[in-house]
DNA sequence: TTTTGAGTTGTTCGA
DNA sequence: GTCGAACAACTCAAA
């Protein structure tokens, strides 16, 4: 009798629970429904349908190796797996457990249905795991932090199963063309081919940058260097597990030299549990008196035009454009500069985090609702665990003190030709300077769509009025 | 229960 | 140019 592997972004074969116990069991039906039913405005996103293409072909291009099919579902994941597995007389399926809420109503659903054994694989420790000594959730990373070290180093990965066999016959399945997960109209994805989907580009990018290592945590916030990992998309796509990433990482080194970038992989595990806490975190702030804030009013022309700009790279303000720019063109943004973007927009524009939550969601390949949904309340002070509403970042001064220099030149070309000590701020710089670089403001690149000194007093005066 | 120490990534101002 | 303190006063975790 053959099982059901049901995957969704854990594509990958090694280090897969759901896959090994399945194949322990007896042959296998792998199968992929795209469902944008049950996740509701949270469906994958434009950037991501494109990795999801390219990860999907590259799965079932690797299953087709051992003789078998990815089989392609549409519509409500639990409805059609359970309807296939009735087709099938089939009761068993595998699959490895999902935290966000829509995922978990759907497990729950098909649980009801059919034999399902959910398996651990997304996190390096089970929600629920960690937590205070009361039990109660962390709201705070670092103690957070010193507790998982001590439940850590994870299981050792497993390789993928030798043998997996093939059902006698193949259910009908969609074609992954018919599914138009890539754009066409324009093809805006041109840029995209920095990156390489699926488990075979996610283990190389692993071992580029394990050699890397002890650079990041100097390098990290260099948006002009190359320095961090690149792995958020293919961990959020579980192409490659977070324990393979740990041992990976780790393995011959002083944990010194590794400590900073562990502590982000397990950032993922602690903003996962704020999700799990808090099934609506991606809309509703942790701190009630952010809805009390005197946001932009979008319908305004001023509104939709900042909003426009921001996400156009089009603000006046180099390094948050050029940030703006590689996420519309790659799919992806550094870290640093995400930061400062996210900061700008909810800071000096007061525009509500959400809506640049929303911009991220269908522009990242990286896209992760935890993620995501944390980082932006980090960034507007909102969440659990947070920045303080009043330590505003200046772009003015982040710019120069990470050196971005080079990384402006990149994404905003128009103002190449600017020296260092002028490209950061080109409203403040000699006019002189300008003329020879070729550069007239307001005609060849934006003068700032706000003062940072005006929109700072703007900013605190609006975050005190939701305190009185 | 109360207290105490501490908290991913800052900025500004004045000496 | 560099350094330390103030910002404004918050929340959490553990003793």
Redesign the pocket.
């Known amino acids: 009798m053959p099982s059901i592997i049901w995957f969704r972004e854990d594509l990958r074969l090694s280090d897969q629970a759901a896959v090994r116990a399945a194949a322990e069991e007896g042959p296998v039906i792998p199968v992929y429904v795209l469902d944008d039913e049950s996740p509701g405005k949270w469906r994958t996103g434009a950037a991501q349908r494109w990795w999801l293409h390219h990860s999907l072909k590259s799965l079932s291009s690797t299953l087709q190796e051992k003789g078998l099919k990815l089989i392609l579902l549409r519509g409500e994941a639990s409805a059609k797996i359970a309807a296939l597995a009735e087709k099938l007389g089939i009761d068993r399926v595998h699959a490895i457990e999902h935290y966000e809420p829509w995922w978990v109503a759907q497990q729950d659903k098909l649980a009801g249905r059919v034999d399902l054994q959910l398996h651990p694989g997304r996190l390096l420790s089970e929600p629920g795991t960690v937590t ?3 039990g ?10 010193r ?1 998982l070290q001590q439940v850590m180093p994870p299981p050792e990965p497993t390789r993928r199963p030798a043998n997996m066999l093939a059902p006698d016959a193949w259910p009908d399945s969609d074609e992954l063309d018919d599914w138009n997960l890539l754009p066409t109209d324009p093809d805006w994805a041109t840029g995209f081919d920095e990156w390489t989907p699926g488990e075979e580009g996610a283990l190389s990018r692993l071992d580029d940058f394990a050699d890397r290592v002890a650079d990041y945590q100097e390098g ?2 260099l948006p002009s260097e190359d320095l961090t990992s690149r792995l958020s998309p293919h961990l959020h796509m579980g192409e490659v597990s977070p324990a393979k990433v740990w041992h990976v990482v780790a393995a011959n080194r002083q944990w010194q030299t590794v400590e900073t970038f562990l ?2 992989l397990a ?1 993922r595990d602690f903003s996962t549990q704020a999700i799990v806490t808090f099934p609506d975190y991606g809309d509703t702030p942790g ?1 009630e008196q952010f809805d009390r804030l005197n946001w932009t009013d979008l319908r305004t022309v001023e509104g939709k035009e900042h909003l426009t700009a921001w996400q156009r790279g089009l603000t006046g303000y180099p390094i948050v454009d050029a940030g703006m720019r590689q996420l519309w063109a790659t799919g992806w943004m550094h ?2 500069v995400r ?1 400062i973007v996210a900061q700008f927009l909810i800071k000096h524009l007061l525009i509500r985090w959400q809506e640049g939550e929303r911009w991220f969601w269908d522009c990242l390949v990286d896209a992760d609702y935890g993620n995501n949904s ?2 932006w309340q ?1 960034s507007a002070g909102s969440g ?2 947070s ?2 509403f ?5 772009p ?3 710019s120069p ?1 990470w050196e971005a220099a080079d990384y402006i030149r990149q994404w905003v070309p128009e103002l190449a030709s600017l020296p260092d000590d002028a490209i950061h701020l080109p409203w403040e710089a000699d006019e002189r300077v300008l003329h020879d670089a070729g550069i007239e403001l307001g005609k060849d690149y934006p003068e700032p769509i706000v003062s ?2 005006a929109a ?1 007093e703007r900013a ?1 005066a609006a975050y ?1 009025a939701t ?1 009185s």
């Open positions: 205070t000594k009361s109660e959730p962390y709201k705070i990373f670092t103690p957070f932090w507790l990290r916030n502590s982000e950032w701190r870290n640093r930061m944390q980082n980090w659990i665990d920045h303080p009043p330590r505003m970042m200046n003015k001064t982040q003190k940072h000194q700072r605190l005190r305190k």
